[in-house]
């Protein structure tokens, strides 16, 4: 299957192009004024934590996790999301804040670190005793680890016009499937570059992994420590990561299936859900993962890599949402290389680069060769930039990035390092954290955009939201 920009250009308008099926999910801690970690209970006014399918709870009782519903452009994806963390600092009260780093706060020890508290419905045992079993396996401190997940798919109908043109022996799903996986495969051989421009993990607090902090240096004596040479920490052999590598077969839904059931028969993991990847191929079935990856295909991607940026009250800047969408797009229309060990590579370089990317001269490899990382980054830059003008989307996003491997310094990372050893790391993430409530608080972004509505209508908007019952509309 070839799918190039003449195809695209031909056969869809750059208002097509950018149009898909797009949603936001942002995980973070509740922390104390004092930057610890807030043992109390799940706020109240969320309701079940089961059922709300708009606030709940990722790993632990501590940790917020917030799903916008799905919406067709990047900004309306960006205001839901804007609305619902919002709507998380309306709620906390007033003695807890909303962490805005994707590495921990300061954290107890694995039996003091609460997991999430599931009732009401038949599958709560089984999601407690899911998280027990990781906190066995790999610890509760990695578990307190926030980051983004960005999940978008291509419209339908779009994806229909291409198959018919240029493979029209396949069914829609086959076709489906098999864009999605050239993306995947892609993906996963460039996802450094992700880590790159938006990673934003630089420090920790010394009540992290001891063999994890004493690979930083120490910036105070208030338990700061500091990484300076890559800018993800929550992507490097630290971070959250499977027990070993793992590397099923992307050739097909069927390979990848077999593979992955395998690793589950094998002890390797628990359940499907426990292949942590960077980007992940989501079914429509969310409980039977594999088998209604077989039955139905692939449903949308899952992009995992992104860190909280520490500097947007949301945890991702809106351009960098747009970057990942024309990234997913290069990934579609760009040739596979021929290399055998792409998958180890790919891990090889993820690693490397989350550690050393922010270093002059830096290299990792390419088909087995070693080149310069920034070199590289901008050949794919440039690769971008001609399939933008091509497709007629150019707009300025790429504009930023290449800023951003020109110069170091202008980095999310580099910003980080800066503030860090000025403030110490509780000290910079928790002004931050002060700062978004006080900003979210005199916002109150639902009731303005329902501002022709009368008072009750407005309040009646933002309560279904909280409590999951329903979204307003965008």
Known sequence: MNINCKILRDLLTPEELLRGDYGVEREGLRVTPEGKLATTLHPEPFGNKLINPFITTDFSESQIEVVTPTVDTIDKAYTALTWLCDAVQDVLPENEFFWPQSMPCDIPEDDEIPIAIYEGRPDAGSAMAYRQGLIEKYGGKKQLISGIHLNFSFKDEDIETVRRTIAPEYSHQAFKDAVYLKIVR????????????????????????PDCVAQMSPVDDAGSYLETTGPSFRNSACGYKNLFPLYPDYTSVESFVEDVQGYVDKGYLSAAKELYTQIRMKPRDAVNVLESLREDGIKYLEIRTIDLNVYDPCGIAKIDMEFVHRFILYMLIKPEEDYPQWQQEGLLNEEAVAVGGLQPGFKIKRNGQMVDMRAWAMEILEDMAEMEQNLGLSDGVLDTMRIRVEHPETTYAARQVADIEDQGFLGSQMKKAREYKAESQGRENILREYGDADEQVQKKHQENMTTGKAFPKL
């Open 186 to 209: 892609n993906y996963l051989r460039y996802r450094w570059l992700i880590i790159y421009l938006t990673g934003c993990s630089v420090g920790l607090h010394k009540s992290y992994i």
